[in-house]
Nanobody
């Protein structure tokens, strides 16, 4: 198993940037690491996913060109750099670990077996 812990959330003005981190402990050799988010009153949605090698990445249309996912396997960490933030990016952001089949344009939540507790991101207008 793997334990995931997100950090880096906070309050930022529209147009600003944040960098989320996800630290993994335990078994960390998962083929896919992803980020999801859940806004108040909405279902949790996919944000980004990255393969073990880091060579394959996919993003939700709503964040393409603004967010960048990366990973450092030596540090057992995955990151989400968020630029040009908008109020509609306000949500709790979750890190998730899954197998290689999760590395596709629109992965399912069920592709990921392990989840962090989440970190709040609030973007003010």
């Amino acid at each position: 198993q793997v334990q995931l812990a997100e950090s880096g959330g906070g309050l930022v003005q529209a147009g600003g940037s944040l960098r989320l981190s996800c630290a993994a402990s335990g078994r960390t050799s998962y083929g896919a690491m992803g980020w999801f988010r859940q806004a108040p009153g909405k279902e949790r949605e996919f944000v980004a996913v990255i393969s073990w090698s880091g060579l394959s990445t996919y993003y939700a249309d709503s964040v393409k060109g603004r967010f960048t996912i990366s990973r450092d396997n030596a540090k057992n960490a995955v990151y989400l750099q968020m630029n040009s933030l908008k109020p509609e990016d306000t949500a709790v952001y979750y890190c998730a670990a899954g197998n290689a089949r999760a590395v596709r344009p629109i992965p399912r939540q069920t592709d990921f077996g392990f989840w962090g507790q989440g970190t709040q991101v609030t973007v003010s207008s």
